[in-house]
């Protein structure tokens, strides 16, 4: 794994659009693994400023969300297709086709699941995929004793998860109970992996990420096991870890 500390929120997003960005305008077609969240917000701003800049297009790009809720259309203001149209997609150049999320709404959310596999492999799977963290070390929607072999599949979010989003419902009853997320093995066959981890918040799982061992009751692990990944992390949270204090 890969390391590099920083200072704040603001310049983690810089260096993984700058970092992405490379990706991105590497020439060669390619899929990338997007994610959701508060933390990707700003790196998503600084690659439409970059793009825009320089004219640039991304027609030889495929993206993959890594997770949908169930039941939330894309009109949703709280769905993950209207978050990534929002906030990325409708800004870039690139067809609106090739980016793809689980659709939360499909009648069979099982055979959506290998739907969503399928299509991933027609593309040729994951060059670089991005993440997030939850404090509970989850990845994607995979929640601490989801098995490291896990493909796209449902799952029912923990309190912990539904508690931590559902700042952004009118209420927690409105926070849905299910959702799509790629597996972990899934995630694992990726490439690349960036992985962005920001504020105090995220100090604990920073901590028992780099500490700890590789465990399916903290899923975030197994990416120490992953031959490529690039961990950004700014100090508010990496300022303690395995005991020790950083200033
Ligand atoms: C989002 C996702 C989640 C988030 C994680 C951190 O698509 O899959 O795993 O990355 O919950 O969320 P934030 O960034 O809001 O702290």
Redesign the pocket.
Known sequence: MNIIRVKDYEEMSRQAAAHLYKRMTAGKRMTMG????????RTYDLIIEKAEGDNQSFHHIHTF???EYAGLDSSDTNS?RYYMNQRFFNHIDLPKEQTHLPNGMAPDLEEECHRYEDELKQTGGLDVQL?????NG?????EPGTSFSSRTHVVALTKE?RE??ARYFTSMNAVPKHAI?MGIETIMEAKEIIL?V??E??AEAYDRLLSGGVDEFFPASILKKHPNVLLIADEAASRTYAGRTFS
């Open positions: 997007l994610a959701t969240g508060a933390t990707p917000e969300n890594l997770d993950y993440l997030g963290i939850g404090s989850h990845i994607g929607f995979n998860t931590a989003n997320t962005l920001s504020g918040a995220k």
